[in-house]
C-alpha cells in the first residue's frame, strides 16, 4: 500500500514538474519572441517610445495573467494532490475496518464454537442432574420415611428415658442407702494407721493388713523380763511402701458417703514429723487426701446435676491455735468460720493455697516446719432434688503434732504452744474415751477443736481416725503411745 501510495505521489509529481517545464518553455518562447521584437524595434525605441510602453504594458498583463493561470494551476494540482491523499487514506481506513471486521468475525465464530461445545457439555450435564435429582427425589422420600421412623422411636425413647431416670434416681437413692449401711457395718469410728514413708530404722512388723507388732528398742527395756513387743489391730494399716493413691482408695466410700448426705469427719494424728500433713495435703507430684476427696465430690456432683439435682459447694478454712479459732481465708480470729460459695476446683484450689500461707507453723526438735495449730478444712454440700435434699459436711482435721515438751525441747512462744497443742489432743482423747465408755455427757466443749467438731460426730456421722507413727528408735515412746490413743479410738461407737 505504501509503495502504490508513492507510486501515486511520483506521478503527480512529475505531471506537476511536465506542466511546469511546459509552462516555462512558453513563457520562454513568449521572451524570446519579445527580445526579437525589442531588437527590431530597438531602433526604433525613441520613435515607437509610445508603443514600447504599451508594449511592456501589455507583456507585463500577460505575465500577470500567466502568473496567475500558473499560480491558479498550482494550487489545482497541490488541491487535487491533498484529494488523493484524502481519498488514499480513506482507502487504508476502510482497509483497517475491513480487516478488524474480519478480525471481529474470525473471534464471533470461535466464540460460537466454544458455545456450542459448552451447551453440549450443559446439556449432559442438564441430563446428569436430571439423573441426580430424581435419585435425590428417592433418597428424601427414604429419609422422610426414616424420619418418621425415627421421631417415633425418639417419642418412645423419651418415655424409656424418663422411665430410665427415674430408675436412676431410684438406684441411685438405694445405692445411698446402702453404702451408708455399708459404712455403718465398718465402723461409725474407725481407726487406720500408716507408717512414715522412708523411715529408716524398722522397729515396727507388719503381721497381714490389719496386725502391727511395735518392738521395743532394748534401751527402753528396765529388764530382759519385761515385754519386748506389742501388737496392735487395725481396720487397716499401711506400710512404708503406701503410696497416696493407695491411702486415697481406703478413704473414697466415706468421701462418698457425705455425697449420700451424711456428715464426716477424718483426722490425721500423730507425732510432730509422722507425716500427717503429707497425708492429708500431699505436694505437687503426690496429692493427699484433700485434694483427692475434692477431685471426687465435683465429680459426683456433675453426675447428680446431670440427673436433676440442684447442688450447691461452700468450703471453709479453719486453725485452732493456742486455743482461739481463726478464719485462714480472711486471717483472723472468729467463733465461727465463714463457708464460702465455689464453682469450680480451681477456685477451691485458690482458696487452699491462701490458708496454708496462713497457717502457723514453726522449727522445733522434731520438725523444721512443724505445724503449730489444728487445721480444718470443711467441705458442705446442699442439694435437693423434689422433695429429697442433701446437707451434709465433709471435715478433713490435719491435726497439730502431738509431742512431748522435754523431747522437743520447746521453749517460750513454742513451750505456750506445746501445751495448748497437747490439751486439746488430750480433750479430743477425753471425747472419744467418753463415746468409747458411753457416757450421757460426752465433754465437746473442753477444747475449741472437740466443740467446733462436735456436730458432725453424733448421729449418722462416720469418723475416721488416720494414726501415723514413725519407725525410729528415738520415737518408740511416742509411736506407743499415738498406738495406745488410735486402739482406744478404735473401740469408740457414735452417740446417736
Known amino acids: ?18 506542466k511546469l517545464i511546459e509552462l516555462i518553455t512558453h513563457k520562454n518562447r513568449i521572451l524570446a519572441v519579445q527580445s526579437e521584437e525589442i531588437g527590431e524595434f530597438k531602433k526604433n525605441f525613441d520613435e515607437f517610445k509610445p508603443l514600447t510602453q504599451v508594449i511592456q504594458k501589455t507583456t507585463r498583463e500577460c505575465l500577470s495573467d500567466f502568473q496567475s493561470k500558473l499560480d491558479q494551476a498550482d494550487r489545482q494540482a497541490i488541491q487535487q494532490f491533498h484529494q488523493q491523499q484524502d481519498q488514499l487514506e480513506y ?42 435429582l430424581q435419585q435425590t427425589k428417592e433418597e428424601l422420600e427414604q429419609k422422610k420415611f426414616l424420619k418418621q421412623q425415627l421421631i417415633n422411636n425418639f417419642k418412645l425413647s423419651q418415655q424409656q428415658q424418663i422411665q430410665l431416670q427415674q ?55 528396765k529388764s530382759t523380763n519385761c515385754q519386748k513387743e506389742s501388737s496392735f489391730n487395725f481396720e487397716h494399716i499401711f506400710s512404708q511402701e503406701a503410696d497416696q493413691q493407695e491411702i486415697y482408695n481406703e478413704l473414697s466410700d466415706l468421701v462418698q458417703n457425705v455425697v449420700d448426705g451424711h456428715n464426716v469427719c477424718i483426722f490425721a494424728y500423730g507425732q510432730t514429723g509422722s507425716g500427717k500433713t503429707y497425708t492429708m495435703q500431699g505436694d505437687d507430684y503426690n496429692k493427699g487426701v484433700i485434694p483427692r476427696a475434692i477431685e471426687q465430690i465435683f465429680k459426683e456432683r456433675q453426675g447428680m446435676l446431670e440427673l436433676g439435682w440442684q447442688m450447691n459447694i461452700r468450703v471453709g478454712f479453719q486453725e485452732i491455735y493456742n486455743e482461739q479459732s481463726r478464719d485462714l481465708i480472711t486471717n483472723q ?12 476446683i480451681v477456685e477451691v484450689a485458690d482458696h487452699f493455697n491462701t490458708a496454708k500461707k496462713n497457717r502457723q507453723v514453726a522449727e522445733t526438735l522434731s520438725n523444721e516446719a512443724s505445724s503449730r495449730s489444728h487445721f480444718i478444712f470443711q467441705l458442705n454440700l446442699q442439694g435437693h432434688l423434689g422433695d429429697k435434699q442433701i446437707n451434709s459436711t465433709l471435715n478433713l482435721i490435719d491435726l497439730a503434732g502431738s509431742e512431748r515438751a522435754n523431747v522437743a525441747k520447746t521453749e517460750g512462744d513454742r513451750f505456750t504452744e506445746t501445751k495448748a497443742i497437747n490439751k486439746s489432743l488430750s480433750a479430743l482423747g477425753d471425747v472419744f474415751n467418753a463415746l468409747y465408755t458411753k457416757q450421757q455427757h460426752v465433754p465437746f466443749r473442753n477444747s475449741k477443736l472437740t466443740f467446733s467438731l462436735y456436730k458432725y460426730m453424733e448421729g449418722s456421722s462416720k469418723t475416721l481416725m488416720m494414726v501415723n507413727i514413725s519407725s525410729r528408735s528415738e520415737d518408740f515412746q511416742q509411736t506407743l503411745a499415738s498406738l495406745r490413743f488410735a486402739e482406744k479410738v478404735k473401740t469408740c461407737s457414735i452417740k446417736k
Open 1 to 18: 500500500m505504501e509503495k502504490e501510495l508513492k507510486d501515486i505521489r511520483t506521478h503527480h509529481l512529475k505531471l506537476i514538474e511536465d
Open 91 to 132: 482507502h487504508a481506513s476502510r482497509l483497517n475496518q475491513q480487516q478488524n471486521q474480519i478480525q471481529s468475525i474470525q473471534e464471533l465464530f470461535e466464540q460460537q464454537t466454544r458455545s456450542r461445545l459448552q451447551i453440549a457439555e450443559t446439556q449432559k450435564a442438564k441430563e446428569r442432574m436430571l439423573i441426580e
Open 167 to 221: 430408675e436412676l434416681k431410684d438406684t441411685e437413692h438405694q445405692k445411698r442407702y446402702w453404702n451408708n449401711l455399708l459404712q455403718e457395718a465398718k465402723g461409725n469410728i474407725r481407726v487406720y494407721c500408716r507408717i512414715r514413708p522412708n523411715s529408716q530404722e524398722d522397729m515396727l512388723l507388719l503381721n497381714g493388713e490389719c496386725t502391727l507388732v511395735l518392738r521395743v528398742p532394748e534401751r527402753f527395756l
Open 333 to 344: 480470729k472468729c467463733d465461727e468460720v465463714k463457708l464460702l460459695d465455689v464453682k469450680d
